[in-house]
């Protein structure tokens, strides 16, 4: 089979991995990128299949990398859009109370959106209707007006032509197989010597990690997530309005999205899918995987670790497109079953779960060394974050890369690691 070579491999064509195949671009201009993405264009799954919201950061604890990397991703997405003339709607995001119960995290919200620094202001039920008269409250309720909408097809395209633009080689229709002992890395359509491997597979990502000796002690677990798209009276909802979360658990509950376009929808899903790519019916079924996540959901479920088992149950009730509207009206007023009757494309969630700790994984992770990197969990909302947070990602890359250089290491197979940006 050919053989193909590059200093720098990246795998997976997300947008994480689009930024991450820039960034070794345009720090290393005169080195060979190539990037494979196994479907035949880039942005087949999560990040094509994004809500399009620009999140702004309030959500997360202050020591995370999420609350690192939003609210400055938040300000470079925007003004990648407007510089490049992409849609974006600054609708912001209401944020309701449904109890006296949630009155309690929704001050923990504000108190981590003030600690990373990210704009809210705290409204009373009265304040919150002028900015959306339809929205239900219980006393209290956050408006985030940094939140945005943009269309994720529109920006990975944009993304894609950059990186063509910078050099950097797009082999769609080339999936990644195996790293074989002589260090080069088997593909659908050939063979590949890389002198560093990137590893932004996504939903795939632990499995190819652990080719390198990596995500020993992770596995991902796949979550799918529905939308109902709305019509008619639907359409009236002006800002974002989210639900209080549980914030025991990663997923920010049923919510009203309002598009770059206007269009409404509520959800997602975060229902438990059988394998990794289990969007609908048998396609891209995999017993292996099957067996490995039904495997880690029932001792999830079993153990009832972080609310689990009542996650799961409540989940799997959305399916029923009634629960989904009926969980909607409890944040707006005059929802109605009829409103939302069109199911929107599904989307899985790469959610990966910590083997040891026996819990999901609240934040992104990576693990690697002088030879290969691995991007094991950049879930919601590394849309938002991808390009301030990839810029981090190579950092972290170029840090393992000096300290072997330092330590004159040039160990394995494919071409020498970069050394001359």
């Known amino acids: 089979m050919p053989v193909k070579t590059c200093d720098f491999l990246v795998i997976g064509?997300?947008?994480?991995?689009?930024n991450l195949a820039i960034v070794a671009k345009q720090r290393y201009p005169r080195q060979r990128v190539v990037l494979l993405e196994k479907e035949k264009a880039c942005g087949h799954h999560a990040s094509g299949r994004n809500s399009g919201v620009?999140?702004?950061?309030?959500?997360?604890?202050?020591?995370?990398?999420?609350?690192?990397?939003?609210?400055?991703g938040n300000r470079e997405m925007s003004d990648y859009c407007r510089e490049?003339?992409?849609?974006?709607?600054?609708?912001?995001?209401?944020?309701?109370?449904?109890?006296?119960?949630?009155?309690?995290?929704?001050?923990?919200?504000?108190?981590?959106?003030?600690?990373?620094?990210?704009?809210?202001?705290?409204?009373?039920?009265?304040?919150?209707r002028e900015i959306e008269p339809r929205a239900s409250t219980f006393r209290k309720a956050?408006?985030?007006?940094?939140?945005?909408?943009?269309?994720?097809?529109?920006?990975?395209?944009?993304?894609?032509?950059?990186?063509?633009?910078?050099?950097?080689?797009?082999?769609?229709?080339?999936?990644?197989?195996?790293?074989?002992?002589?260090g080069l890395i088997?593909?659908?359509?050939?063979?590949?010597?890389?002198?560093?491997?990137?590893?932004?597979?996504?939903?795939?990502?632990?499995?190819?990690?652990?080719?390198?000796?990596?995500?020993?002690d992770h596995r991902i677990l796949p979550f799918k997530g529905l939308y109902l798209y709305g019509s008619g009276n639907s359409g009236a909802i002006r800002t974002n309005i989210y639900p209080v979360p549980d914030l025991r658990n990663p997923f920010l509950g049923v919510h009203f999205t309002v598009a770059v376009d206007g269009r409404v929808k509520i959800g997602p899903t975060a229902v438990p899918a059988f394998w990794r790519e289990n969007y609908g019916g048998f396609a891209n079924f995999s017993l292996r995987e099957m067996i490995e996540v039904i495997g880690l959901e029932c001792g999830l479920f079993w153990r009832n670790e972080s609310g689990?088992?009542?996650?799961?149950?409540?989940?799997?009730?959305?399916?029923?497109?009634?629960?989904?509207?009926?969980?909607?009206?409890?944040?707006?007023?005059?929802?109605?079953?009829?409103?939302?009757?069109h199911w929107g494309k599904p989307g899985i969630r790469?959610?990966?779960?910590?083997?040891?700790?026996?819990?999901?994984?609240?934040?992104?992770?990576?693990?690697?060394?002088?030879?290969?990197?691995?991007?094991?969990?950049?879930?919601?909302?590394?849309?938002?974050?991808?390009?301030?947070f990839s810029r981090y990602l190579f950092d972290q890359i170029e840090h393992k890369m000096s300290g072997a250089r330092l330590h004159g290491d040039n160990r394995g197979g494919g071409r020498a690691m970069p050394v001359t940006p």
């Not at 949630?102 to 919200?109: F, G, K, V």
């Not at 994984?361 to 990576?366: I, L, P, S, T």
């Open 142 to 182: 956050l408006f985030s007006p940094s939140t945005s909408s943009v269309d994720p097809a529109e920006v990975m395209q944009s993304m894609i032509r950059d990186a063509q633009s910078l050099g950097v080689e797009i082999e769609t229709d080339m999936a990644y197989r195996r790293r074989e002992t002589d």
């Open 350 to 388: 790469a959610q990966l779960y910590d083997l040891k700790a026996r819990r999901l994984e609240m934040d992104f992770r990576h693990e690697g060394d002088d030879r290969s990197f691995h991007v094991l969990n950049a879930v919601s909302p590394a849309f938002t974050c991808s390009i301030p």
């Open 308 to 341: 689990f088992r009542r996650l799961a149950r409540h989940e799997l009730s959305k399916q029923f497109r009634s629960e989904m509207v009926k969980l909607a009206s409890e944040l707006a007023s005059g929802i109605a079953l009829s409103d939302f009757r």
């Open 13 to 18: 064509g997300g947008i994480i991995g689009l």
């Open 186 to 216: 088997h593909a659908s359509r050939g063979k590949v010597a890389a002198g560093y491997v990137i590893n932004a597979a996504g939903l795939h990502a632990d499995t190819i990690a652990r080719d390198f000796g990596f995500s020993q």
């Open 54 to 72: 620009l999140h702004a950061g309030f959500y997360y604890t202050h020591d995370s990398l999420k609350a690192r990397f939003t609210r400055e």
């Open 84 to 128: 490049r003339a992409l849609r974006i709607n600054r609708c912001g995001k209401l944020v309701v109370a449904r109890n006296e119960q949630e009155l309690s995290t929704l001050q923990e919200l504000l108190n981590r959106g003030r600690r990373n620094g990210v704009e809210l202001q705290e409204l009373s039920g009265d304040e919150a």
